[in-house]
Protein backbone atom coordinates (compact mmCIF):
# COMPACT_ATOMS: atom_id res chain seq x y z
CA UNK A 1 0.00 0.00 0.00
CA UNK A 2 1.54 3.14 -1.05
CA UNK A 3 1.50 6.06 1.29
CA UNK A 4 2.14 9.76 0.30
CA UNK A 5 4.36 10.28 -2.20
CA UNK A 6 5.95 13.88 -2.75
CA UNK A 7 8.47 14.93 -5.46
CA UNK A 8 10.87 16.34 -5.63
CA UNK A 9 12.80 15.42 -2.42
CA UNK A 10 15.25 18.48 -2.61
CA UNK A 11 15.19 21.61 -4.78
CA UNK A 12 17.63 24.92 -4.63
CA UNK A 13 15.99 27.95 -6.06
CA UNK A 14 17.20 31.36 -6.33
CA UNK A 15 15.22 34.63 -4.92
CA UNK A 16 12.44 35.62 -7.12
CA UNK A 17 12.08 31.94 -8.99
CA UNK A 18 9.09 30.06 -8.76
CA UNK A 19 8.57 26.14 -7.53
CA UNK A 20 5.74 23.41 -7.63
CA UNK A 21 5.91 20.85 -5.66
CA UNK A 22 3.85 17.81 -5.98
CA UNK A 23 2.09 14.82 -4.39
CA UNK A 24 0.08 12.01 -4.23
CA UNK A 25 -1.88 10.93 -1.49
CA UNK A 26 -2.09 7.55 0.05
CA UNK A 27 -4.50 5.16 -2.04
CA UNK A 28 -7.60 5.57 -0.43
CA UNK A 29 -7.26 9.06 0.91
CA UNK A 30 -9.42 12.15 -1.07
CA UNK A 31 -7.56 15.31 0.78
CA UNK A 32 -4.66 16.69 0.84
CA UNK A 33 -3.00 19.15 2.90
CA UNK A 34 0.42 21.35 3.19
CA UNK A 35 2.34 22.25 5.50
CA UNK A 36 5.61 24.23 5.72
CA UNK A 37 8.13 23.12 8.63
CA UNK A 38 11.08 25.63 9.14
CA UNK A 39 14.19 23.86 10.81
CA UNK A 40 13.17 23.79 14.64
CA UNK A 41 9.87 24.03 13.84
CA UNK A 42 6.79 22.49 14.02
CA UNK A 43 4.71 21.95 11.12
CA UNK A 44 2.74 25.34 9.69
CA UNK A 45 -0.48 24.72 8.43
CA UNK A 46 -0.69 26.30 4.52
CA UNK A 47 -4.13 25.04 2.98
CA UNK A 48 -6.34 21.97 2.20
CA UNK A 49 -8.03 20.55 -0.93
CA UNK A 50 -11.05 18.19 -0.93
CA UNK A 51 -12.99 17.91 -4.10
CA UNK A 52 -10.23 19.55 -6.12
CA UNK A 53 -11.35 23.00 -4.19
CA UNK A 54 -9.39 25.17 -1.21
CA UNK A 55 -11.12 24.22 2.13
CA UNK A 56 -9.21 25.87 4.40
CA UNK A 57 -5.96 28.11 4.70
CA UNK A 58 -3.73 28.96 7.00
CA UNK A 59 -1.47 32.41 7.12
CA UNK A 60 0.21 32.04 3.98
CA UNK A 61 -0.16 35.01 1.49
CA UNK A 62 -1.19 34.53 -2.13
CA UNK A 63 2.47 33.38 -3.48
CA UNK A 64 1.43 30.23 -2.19
CA UNK A 65 -1.20 28.26 -4.09
CA UNK A 66 -1.93 25.10 -5.00
CA UNK A 67 -4.21 22.99 -6.90
CA UNK A 68 -6.13 19.18 -6.50
CA UNK A 69 -6.19 16.78 -9.21
CA UNK A 70 -9.37 14.52 -10.13
CA UNK A 71 -7.18 11.56 -8.72
CA UNK A 72 -6.79 13.47 -5.81
CA UNK A 73 -3.12 14.11 -6.19
CA UNK A 74 -1.82 17.94 -5.49
CA UNK A 75 0.53 20.53 -6.36
CA UNK A 76 1.70 23.42 -4.21
CA UNK A 77 3.59 26.39 -6.25
CA UNK A 78 4.85 29.43 -4.31
CA UNK A 79 5.74 32.23 -6.63
CA UNK A 80 8.88 35.02 -6.40
CA UNK A 81 10.30 32.97 -3.25
CA UNK A 82 12.36 34.83 -1.27
CA UNK A 83 14.91 33.50 1.51
CA UNK A 84 12.68 32.63 4.47
CA UNK A 85 10.73 29.92 2.07
CA UNK A 86 13.43 27.92 2.91
CA UNK A 87 12.18 24.78 4.67
CA UNK A 88 10.90 21.78 4.42
CA UNK A 89 7.33 20.99 2.68
CA UNK A 90 5.29 18.23 3.42
CA UNK A 91 2.48 17.03 2.09
CA UNK A 92 -0.22 14.94 4.24
CA UNK A 93 -3.42 13.19 3.15
CA UNK A 94 -6.95 11.61 4.62
CA UNK A 95 -10.00 10.81 3.87
CA UNK A 96 -13.18 13.27 4.08
CA UNK A 97 -12.29 16.45 5.79
CA UNK A 98 -13.92 15.42 9.56
CA UNK A 99 -11.46 17.18 12.26
CA UNK A 100 -10.72 13.91 13.65
CA UNK A 101 -9.03 12.32 10.91
CA UNK A 102 -5.67 10.98 10.90
CA UNK A 103 -3.06 12.38 8.44
CA UNK A 104 -0.29 10.08 6.88
CA UNK A 105 2.45 12.65 6.40
CA UNK A 106 4.91 12.02 2.97
CA UNK A 107 8.88 12.34 3.26
CA UNK A 108 8.56 15.96 2.44
CA UNK A 109 10.17 18.28 -0.34
CA UNK A 110 13.15 20.20 1.11
CA UNK A 111 13.59 23.65 -0.50
CA UNK A 112 16.46 25.82 -0.34
CA UNK A 113 16.20 29.43 -1.57
CA UNK A 114 19.31 31.51 -2.42
CA UNK B 1 0.76 33.38 23.76
CA UNK B 2 1.25 30.59 21.47
CA UNK B 3 -1.84 28.22 20.32
CA UNK B 4 0.42 25.32 21.26
CA UNK B 5 3.20 25.67 23.61
CA UNK B 6 5.76 22.44 24.63
CA UNK B 7 9.41 22.91 26.43
CA UNK B 8 12.02 22.57 23.46
CA UNK B 9 14.18 20.27 25.28
CA UNK B 10 16.27 18.52 25.19
CA UNK B 11 14.73 16.02 27.56
CA UNK B 12 16.94 13.24 28.69
CA UNK B 13 16.32 10.05 30.62
CA UNK B 14 17.89 7.01 30.95
CA UNK B 15 16.94 3.35 29.31
CA UNK B 16 14.28 2.15 30.45
CA UNK B 17 12.81 4.98 32.21
CA UNK B 18 9.48 6.51 31.92
CA UNK B 19 9.74 9.78 29.94
CA UNK B 20 7.15 12.36 29.97
CA UNK B 21 6.52 14.67 27.25
CA UNK B 22 3.89 17.89 27.85
CA UNK B 23 1.44 20.26 25.53
CA UNK B 24 -0.91 23.26 26.32
CA UNK B 25 -3.25 24.88 24.29
CA UNK B 26 -4.91 28.08 24.08
CA UNK B 27 -8.02 27.17 22.22
CA UNK B 28 -11.03 26.34 24.26
CA UNK B 29 -12.46 24.91 21.03
CA UNK B 30 -9.93 22.30 20.01
CA UNK B 31 -11.51 18.91 20.03
CA UNK B 32 -8.50 16.68 18.61
CA UNK B 33 -5.00 15.91 20.09
CA UNK B 34 -2.10 14.31 18.39
CA UNK B 35 1.57 13.39 19.15
CA UNK B 36 3.83 12.80 16.08
CA UNK B 37 7.12 11.45 16.12
CA UNK B 38 9.86 13.36 13.83
CA UNK B 39 12.82 11.58 13.46
CA UNK B 40 15.96 13.83 12.68
CA UNK B 41 15.51 14.88 8.46
CA UNK B 42 12.30 12.65 8.33
CA UNK B 43 8.07 13.67 8.20
CA UNK B 44 5.85 13.24 11.46
CA UNK B 45 4.55 9.76 12.43
CA UNK B 46 1.45 9.24 13.94
CA UNK B 47 2.18 7.87 17.75
CA UNK B 48 -1.64 8.42 19.39
CA UNK B 49 -4.45 10.62 18.61
CA UNK B 50 -6.59 11.36 21.66
CA UNK B 51 -10.12 12.98 21.63
CA UNK B 52 -12.29 12.53 25.26
CA UNK B 53 -10.51 13.85 28.44
CA UNK B 54 -8.61 10.70 30.76
CA UNK B 55 -5.73 8.18 29.40
CA UNK B 56 -5.81 6.42 26.28
CA UNK B 57 -2.88 3.42 26.00
CA UNK B 58 -1.16 2.33 23.76
CA UNK B 59 1.76 -0.22 23.91
CA UNK B 60 4.23 1.37 26.06
CA UNK B 61 2.38 4.68 25.19
CA UNK B 62 -0.32 6.99 26.62
CA UNK B 63 -1.52 9.85 26.45
CA UNK B 64 -3.24 11.97 28.55
CA UNK B 65 -6.01 14.61 27.81
CA UNK B 66 -7.58 17.48 30.20
CA UNK B 67 -10.20 20.40 28.89
CA UNK B 68 -10.42 21.55 31.87
CA UNK B 69 -6.57 22.52 32.22
CA UNK B 70 -6.02 22.74 28.54
CA UNK B 71 -3.16 20.35 28.99
CA UNK B 72 -2.41 17.11 27.01
CA UNK B 73 0.53 15.00 27.84
CA UNK B 74 2.61 11.96 26.64
CA UNK B 75 3.99 9.22 28.60
CA UNK B 76 6.53 6.99 27.32
CA UNK B 77 6.82 3.51 29.09
CA UNK B 78 10.59 1.55 29.20
CA UNK B 79 12.00 4.50 27.23
CA UNK B 80 14.67 2.74 24.23
CA UNK B 81 17.28 4.40 22.43
CA UNK B 82 15.12 4.46 19.18
CA UNK B 83 12.90 6.43 21.56
CA UNK B 84 15.30 9.55 20.84
CA UNK B 85 13.21 11.89 18.37
CA UNK B 86 11.35 14.94 18.48
CA UNK B 87 7.44 14.57 19.65
CA UNK B 88 5.11 17.40 18.37
CA UNK B 89 1.88 18.23 19.57
CA UNK B 90 -0.69 18.90 17.57
CA UNK B 91 -4.40 20.28 18.01
CA UNK B 92 -7.13 20.10 15.80
CA UNK B 93 -10.14 22.59 16.06
CA UNK B 94 -12.82 20.57 14.46
CA UNK B 95 -14.22 21.39 11.00
CA UNK B 96 -11.80 20.21 8.46
CA UNK B 97 -8.22 18.91 8.98
CA UNK B 98 -6.04 22.09 10.25
CA UNK B 99 -3.68 20.77 12.61
CA UNK B 100 -1.66 23.76 14.61
CA UNK B 101 1.44 22.04 16.02
CA UNK B 102 4.06 22.50 18.73
CA UNK B 103 7.56 23.63 18.07
CA UNK B 104 8.33 20.34 19.47
CA UNK B 105 10.08 18.16 22.33
CA UNK B 106 13.64 16.78 21.87
CA UNK B 107 13.60 13.47 23.44
CA UNK B 108 17.15 12.20 24.24
CA UNK B 109 16.88 8.47 25.79
CA UNK B 110 20.78 7.73 26.74
CA UNK B 111 21.86 4.03 27.52
Known amino acids: DAGVTQSPTHLIKTRGQQVTLRCSPKSGHDTVSWYQQALGQGPQFIFQ???????QRGNFPDRFSGHQFPNYSSELNVNALWLGDSALYLC?????????????FGAGSRLTVL | QKEVEQNSGPLSVPEGAIASLNCTYSDRGSQSFFWYRQYSGKSPELIMSIYSNGDKEDGRFTAQLNKASQYVSLLIRDSQPSDSATYLC???????????FGTGTQLKVEL
Open chain 1, 49 to 55: YYEEEER
Open chain 1, 92 to 104: ASSLGVSGANVLT
Open chain 2, 90 to 100: AVNRGGGNKLT
